[in-house]
Nanobody, 121 residues
């Protein structure tokens, strides 16, 4: 299973970006997909998470600014980031919990390579 992120870049404070994460390979179903970020000198942290059933989790600092969504048919997840702040600058990683076959019912975890988001004037 491979996860490929896209959509990062340089944006001014207050601007928006939309990250995408396309999953491919041996996938029976994706149980959950989320986004993490890691800023220089800091630990990787959860930004947002979406389960297949539609439940979402956001870290407090991005609530009301970021929206996580997914397209089950395309095995693709998205992170819409609005009102970006300099403190949002980080490498953003896609993470997925994947069931690769009908049996056994077991979830494996996968990570993307990361995409840089820089918020600066």
């Amino acid at each position: 299973v491979q996860l490929v992120e896209s959509g990062g870049g340089l944006v001014q404070p207050g601007g928006s970006l939309r990250l995408s994460c396309a999953a491919s390979g041996s996938i029976f179903r994706i149980a959950a997909m989320g986004w993490y970020r890691q800023a220089p000198g800091k630990q990787r942290e959860l930004v947002a998470d979406l389960t297949r059933g539609g439940s979402t989790t956001y870290t407090d600092s991005v609530k009301d600014r970021f929206i996580i969504s997914g397209d089950n048919a395309k095995n693709t997840g998205y992170l819409q980031m609005n009102s970006l702040k300099p403190e949002d600058t980080a490498v953003y990683y896609c993470h997925a919990q994947v069931q690769v076959s009908l049996w056994p019912v077991r979830l494996s975890e996968y990570w993307g390579q990361g995409t840089q988001v820089t918020v600066s004037s």
